[in-house]
Every structure is written in C-alpha cells, then in structure tokens.
C-alpha cells in the first residue's frame, strides 16, 4: 500500500516539478527525460545484477519490437503531459488520468475481443456524455486529455503483451527513443535553444533529476503491483488525477466554469458505476475461487 501510495502521489505532484524545468521547451524536456532515465536504469539493474533479463528480451525479435512501440507511446504520454502543465492546462490534464480506466477498458475490447458487463457498457456511455459536455465548455475536443488517455492506454496494451520486470522493461523502451531524444538535444544546441548548461547549474542539475523523477514511481507501482489486490490498485490510480486537479485549480488558479465542473462531475460518476462494478465482479470472483477450493462433501 505504501509503495503504491508513493508512485501515485509523486505522479500526482508531477505539475508541480515540470514548470521548475522551464525555460526548457517541452521537447527538450522529455529529451532529458529520456537520456537521463536510461543512465539512471542502467546503474539500477547493476546494483541489482538484473543485465540477464535485459539481454533476454534484446534477443526477443517480438518483444523489442513491442517495447519499441511502448517507448515510443510513453514518450508521447510525456510531451503531451509536459505541454498541457507548462502551458496552463493542469486540469485537462487530470481529466486524461481521469478517463484512462475507461479508456483502457474500450481498448480491451479493440483489442482482445474483451467482453464488457453491462455495468461497464453504462460507464462508458456516462464517459462519453462528460466528454460531448467538456467539448462544448472548452470549444473543442479535450485534445490534451483524449491524447494522454490514448497514449497511456495503448502503452498498457504494449505492457500487456509483453510481460517484464519494470526495470528491465523500462530500461530497453527508453533505450529504444534514446537516438531521437539525442538527436533532439543536438538539434536544439545547435540552434543555440538548448539550455541545459546555459542557464546554471540549478538547472542543469533539474534536468537531470528527470530520470530520477521518471523511474522511482514507475519500481514503485511495480512493487505494488506484485503484492497488493488489481482492485485495490485500481483505487488507488484515481490520487494522481484528483492531486493534479487540485494543483490546477488552488495552485495555479485554472477556471472551473460550471459547465466544466458538469464534465467532471459527470466522469466522476462515471468513474463511481466502474469501480463499483469492478469492486462486485472482484468479490463474486474470489468467492467462487474460495468454493472451488473446498472438498466435495464439506
């Protein structure tokens, strides 16, 4: 619990750490992100001896090619965060962690032939009311949280197919982005818009505590994953987007017009059905499994 309490809450006060990075431009940024949270992994599975299980999924032609598409999804998740918190749109931003659940479960039936219960179908249909009402308020189409939900969700579909530890997995997708992040890098410096090393070591220090930033989280959900409840973690991934939600709208001051609120109260129910489903489906689950487990004749 504590473990999976820390990865959501360090996820939840991302909005704050971001705009320290500025005036590093949202691709330098992820660039950063990338470089220095493939160096931060490396000296991670040395400590912990792990070079074996890397080495097995580089021989892997299908899951490199699957962890390359999973790079290159979280990349994308990245940029789109970093935009949406550096140029004043926390709250959308919230709203994309918001729908993520629901979108990963639309994806599970895209993609795996899932069968949603009812229950399901009904919160999808609620998510969708919120997302017709939020681009009526906004003017257009939530894009920044349509955009994180999408990405974050087809990157769980990567992570899906191909199962690995969370230091080895993500230790080859980001070495799988590692050439364009520094190829960005070289880029920007040439054109003289880089920063790292112009503007101070402050700053240059704070770029690199990006993979620092990036990983811990990430070995944290892991470690929660493995020893606490799938429904238990599905309750505890709504903290990030309720902190990031609050960060927007009490820190930075981001509107929360009534017609908006109506959107997110409408998610928020949403949301409600599909775990409350989930919750039942989870006991009525364990419950046949402990029956199946007793002794004819007992």
Same mark, same amino acid.
């Given at each position: 619990?504590?473990?999976?309490?820390?990865?959501?809450?360090?996820? #939840?006060?991302?909005?704050?750490?971001?705009? @320290?990075?500025?005036?590093?431009?949202?691709?330098?940024?992820?660039?950063?992100?990338?470089?220095?949270?493939?160096?931060?992994?490396?000296?991670?599975?040395?400590?912990?001896?792990?070079?074996?299980?890397?080495?097995?999924?580089?021989?892997?032609?299908?899951?490199? *090619?699957?962890?390359?598409?999973?790079?290159?999804?979280?990349?994308?998740?990245?940029?789109?965060?970093?935009?949406? &918190?550096?140029?004043?749109?926390?709250?959308?931003?919230?709203?994309?962690?918001?729908?993520?659940?629901?979108?990963?479960?639309?994806?599970?039936? %895209?993609?795996?032939?899932?069968?949603?219960?009812?229950?399901?179908?009904?919160?999808?249909?609620?998510?969708? &009311?919120?997302?017709?009402?939020?681009?009526?308020?906004?003017?257009?189409?939530?894009?920044?949280?349509?955009?994180?939900?999408?990405?974050?969700?087809?990157?769980?579909?990567?992570?899906?197919? &191909?199962?690995?530890?969370?230091?080895?997995?993500?230790?080859?997708?980001?070495?799988? &982005?590692?050439?364009?992040?520094?190829?960005?890098?070289?880029?920007?410096?040439?054109? #003289?818009?880089?920063?790292?090393?112009?503007?101070?070591?402050?700053?240059?220090?704070?770029?690199?505590?990006? #993979?620092?930033?990036?990983?811990?989280?990430?070995? *944290?959900?892991?470690?929660?994953?493995?020893?606490?409840? @799938?429904?238990? %973690?599905?309750? @505890?991934?709504?903290?990030?987007?309720?902190?990031?939600?609050?960060? #927007?709208?009490?820190?930075?001051?981001?509107?929360?017009?009534?017609?908006?609120?109506?959107?997110?109260?409408?998610?928020?129910?949403?949301?409600?059905?599909?775990?409350?489903?989930? *919750?039942?489906?989870?006991?009525?689950?364990?419950?046949?499994?402990?029956?199946?487990?007793?002794?004819?004749?007992?």
């Amino acid at each position: 619990m504590a473990a999976g309490l820390g990865a959501y809450a360090l996820w #939840g006060l991302f909005p704050l750490y971001f705009p @320290l990075l500025e005036p590093a431009g949202g691709l330098e940024i992820v660039a950063h992100r990338v470089l220095w949270s493939l160096l931060f992994v490396a000296l991670l599975l040395t400590v912990l001896r792990r070079w074996s299980q890397v080495r097995a999924l580089v021989s892997d032609r299908r899951r490199l *090619l699957v962890l390359a598409g999973a790079g290159f999804l979280i990349a994308v998740n990245w940029l789109v965060f970093v935009y949406g &918190v550096n140029s004043g749109h926390v709250v959308e931003t919230s709203l994309g962690y918001f729908i993520n659940p629901l979108v990963s479960v639309l994806l599970g039936v %895209v993609v795996f032939a899932e069968r949603l219960r009812p229950l399901q179908w009904v919160a999808v249909g609620i998510a969708t &009311v919120a997302v017709v009402v939020l681009t009526v308020d906004y003017g257009r189409p939530p894009w920044i949280a349509l955009g994180l939900a999408a990405s974050f969700g087809l990157y769980g579909v990567m992570k899906k197919l &191909v199962r690995v530890e969370a230091a080895p997995g993500l230790f080859v997708e980001t070495a799988m &982005v590692t050439v364009p992040a520094a190829v960005v890098l070289g880029v920007l410096h040439a054109d #003289g818009a880089g920063t790292f090393g112009t503007e101070g070591a402050g700053h240059a220090l704070l770029l690199a505590t990006s #993979g620092i930033a990036t990983a811990i989280p990430l070995l *944290l959900f892991a470690a929660a994953a493995r020893r606490i409840p @799938l429904s238990t %973690v599905g309750l @505890l991934q709504y903290l990030t987007p309720l902190m990031q939600l609050a960060i #927007g709208v009490f820190v930075y001051g981001e509107e929360m017009p009534p017609a908006r609120l109506a959107g997110f109260v409408i998610v928020w129910a949403a949301l409600a059905v599909f775990t409350a489903d989930s *919750l039942r489906h989870a006991r009525t689950t364990t419950r046949r499994t402990s029956d199946d487990a007793v002794p004819a004749g007992l």
